[in-house]
């Protein structure tokens, strides 16, 4: 399973954070998968965001409910985060995630 994290590098606060992870080597809606969204900010350790799982049902860290959502395009075997109303605080390394397999990671950056 290999796992490719795309987006803008640089988000101005405010905004909405759009990532996608293409999957390829499993389908997204394979039994018993969870796809997972976590991140890395600087200095600090990884924090969880949220999934969508193989039914397309979604659970996100309580912390950043209020601004997540989780989707998916599974004719392009695709997962998509979005995180509204960014601030600097967003700043990180976000990772998409499925069981052992990680991708690659990729820097976001939230600056005017």
């Known amino acids: 399973v290999q796992l490719q994290e795309s987006g803008p590098g640089l988000v101005k606060p405010s905004q909405t954070l759009s990532l996608t992870c293409t999957v390829s080597?499993?389908?997204?809606?394979?039994?018993?998968?969870?796809w997972m969204w976590i991140r890395q900010p600087p200095g600090k350790g990884l924090e969880w965001i949220g999934y969508i799982a193989d039914s397309g049902s979604t659970y996100y860290s309580p912390s950043l409910k209020s601004r997540t959502s989780i989707s998916r395009d599974t004719s392009k075997n695709q997962f998509t985060l979005q995180l509204n109303a960014v601030t600097p605080e967003d700043t990180a390394i976000y990772f998409c995630v499925a069981r052992a397999y990680w991708g690659q990671g990729t820097q976001v950056t939230v600056s005017s």
């Open positions: 080597g499993r389908d997204i809606t394979a039994k018993d998968y969870y």
